[in-house]
């Protein structure tokens, strides 16, 4: 039976797209940036990531084609705000849909693991 995607060849996708997005980072910043824009400091309070962190991580999103850093230059001082692009916005759906399966079936993984994930 062959699996959807190639994966029984190395040729999945999904399982090589999870090892360049899935950081706990990433996922923080992009649940932030979900629904709206955010300058860098308020992105920093609502996920808690420290600032060279948030940075890095900003860059990564950016670098993937995930996040977008747009400058206003009209405001004084000078206004950066980040925010998904399409293909991040894509990508946010699937993570939303990810959380709706984990609040579903968590207490049963944990049950089957013997322990809580946390």
Not at 72 to 86: C, F, I, M, N, S
Request: aromatic share 6%.
């Amino acid at each position: 039976m062959t699996a959807p995607g190639g994966c029984e060849s190395g040729d999945c996708h999904a399982v090589a797209a999870i090892h360049v997005l899935v950081s706990e980072l990433k996922l923080l910043a992009m649940h932030g940036l979900m629904g709206r824009g955010r300058r860098f400091n308020e992105l920093r309070e609502l996920t808690g990531i420290c600032q060279s962190s948030l940075a890095r991580t900003l860059r990564e999103l950016e670098e993937l084609g995930i996040a977008e850093r747009v400058v206003h230059p009209d405001e004084r001082p000078v206004g950066v705000e980040y925010r998904l692009t399409p293909m991040g916005k894509d990508l946010g759906l699937a993570i939303e849909a990810f959380e709706q399966w984990t609040d579903r079936w968590m207490e049963q993984l944990e049950a089957h693991m013997g322990r809580p994930f946390a």
